[in-house]
Nanobody
Framework: QVQLVESGGGSVQPGGSLRLSCAASGSTFSISAMGWYRQAPGKQRELVATASTGRITNYADSVKGRFTISMDNAKKIVYLQMNSLKPEDTAVYYC??????????????WGQGTQVTVSS
């Protein structure tokens, strides 16, 4: 099992910055990737950014150039630096970790979410 604890959400004005953190605990040795997803009211959960232990990153087009994901492989902590925030970035942000459970099968684990609100 993997437990995920997120932190760093909050309220910010448009153009501002926030940094989200997500720390994994439990069976972290077999985590292959971690990432961030978000869900705005009335919308489906969507990918924001992911990072693998092989240092491969992936971003949604809507956040490219503004958000940066990084991962501490040793500590299994993933960060999301969010700059130039826009009102449309307002959502609950969820951390996700994929744990290898008999390659190539992976099991997803989710954090409880942290609210990000961008408003003037």
């Amino acid at each position: 099992q993997v437990q995920l604890v997120e932190s760093g959400g909050g309220s910010v004005q448009p153009g501002g910055s926030l940094r989200l953190s997500c720390a994994a605990s439990g069976s972290t040795f077999s985590i292959s990737a971690m990432g961030w997803y978000r869900q705005a009211p009335g919308k489906q959960r969507e990918l924001v950014a992911t990072a693998s232990t092989g240092r491969i990153t992936n971003y949604a087009d809507s956040v490219k150039g503004r958000f940066t994901i990084s991962m501490d492989n040793a500590k299994k902590i993933v960060y999301l630096q969010m700059n130039s925030l826009k009102p449309e970035d307002t959502a609950v942000y969820y951390c996700k970790a994929d744990r290898i459970d008999g390659w190539p099968r992976t099991v997803p684990y989710w954090g409880q979410g942290t609210q990000v609100t961008v408003s003037s």
